[in-house]
């Protein structure tokens, strides 16, 4: 990627930043229900009105809208995110603390949906017509059809309720809290990997650099893992980084069924108590982590592939 194209990209992440701010902003600002009351009823108290007008007024939100927003955007650039109303903690230590258990879950389940993919995808093609490209098929199809929470709430009452492999409420941080979230979003992805990963076979294999090579006696295991392998899985180095990103902002329904401690579930929390500042505040770290992976997605598949240039042949 030219110089020039990454200033213009990163100048594009400023301005889609922006503007997902004021979106954010205004929509929380129209929102029914008052905050401040919902602030005082989570810790269970019922204050007299004159209290609720104090803590409004310290809190700035009898000011217009527009002052809010600039007032709140001019914090934000100093790193500043505000104070959550439910927890009366900052927004940016609560996010930095359930960044990394979602990070975890994200890169988990991408890692296992790899390890059952790849094989999976590159023996279909290699036996397209075959038995086990049917049986592979079928199983794409049916990933993709089932809801992952679906799957979720089976994999819990199979292997936590009947079998008693794993708990089923856990406080922990260990193994045993991570593997079925983790299998439910590995689920929902194989699908839709298999066949990306069988479909980029198929292509290459097609290609006069694969015909030369057999004609050259090479062997078939030697052209599929040192020929085709590396050309068939470039394609999925961007589906990887915007998966990356769809996982860390949207797994929150299945972080809610496992009561895992991520940021979903954080933002689903902030939801219910109508916790304004928390849901902002997650609305824009995980459009910033979203583009800034989607950039980073673009120049590794550029480095990886220089034949990927603007203007290039």
């Known amino acids: 990627m030219k110089k020039s194209d990454l200033l213009k990209r990163l100048l594009q992440i400023v301005i889609v930043l922006f503007g997902i701010s004021f979106v954010t902003f205004g929509l929380t600002y129209m929102a029914p229900g008052d905050p401040v009351r919902a602030m005082y009823a989570a810790s269970g108290t019922i204050p007299a009105e004159e209290i609720l007008d104090q803590t409004r007024e310290a809190l700035g939100l ?6 809010q927003y600039l007032h709140w955007l001019s914090n934000c650039l100093h790193g500043d995110f505000g104070t959550s109303y439910s927890l009366n903690r900052p927004v940016a230590d609560l996010l930095l603390a359930r960044l990394w258990p979602t990070l975890k879950l ?9 390890l059952v993919s790849v094989p999976l995808g590159i023996l279909s093609a290699v036996r397209k017509g075959g038995v086990s490209d049917y049986i592979v098929r079928g199983l794409t199809f049916l990933g993709v059809s089932l809801p992952n ?4 709430l089976i994999l819990l009452y199979v292997f936590g309720v009947k079998l008693g492999v794993v708990p089923v409420v856990s406080s922990g941080q260990g193994f045993d809290r991570l593997i079925l979230p983790a299998v439910t ?3 929902a992805m194989m699908g839709k990997y298999t066949r990306q990963v069988r479909t980029a076979f198929l292509e290459e294999l097609n290609q006069d650099y694969v015909t030369g090579a057999r004609c050259r006696g090479i062997k078939e295991s030697v052209i599929l893992w040192r020929h085709v392998l590396p050309n068939a899985i470039l394609p999925l180095i961007t589906m990887l980084g915007l998966s990356l990103g769809s996982l860390l902002g949207g797994t929150a329904v299945v972080e809610v069924i496992f009561s895992y401690p991520g940021l979903g579930s954080l933002a689903v929390d902030a ?24 950039l980073l997605v673009d120049l590794s598949y550029s480095l990886l592939d220089p034949r990927i240039k603007k203007g290039g042949r």
């Open 62 to 67: 009898n000011e217009p809208f527009l002052t």
């Open 106 to 114: 994200s890169l988990s389940s991408l890692a296992l949906m790899l």
């Open 149 to 152: 929470f679906w799957v979720g």
């Open 185 to 187: 979003l590995a689920f």
């Open 271 to 294: 939801i219910t108590s109508m916790d304004y500042s928390l849901i902002q505040g997650y609305v824009l770290w995980v459009a910033l982590i979203y583009m800034v992976l989607n």
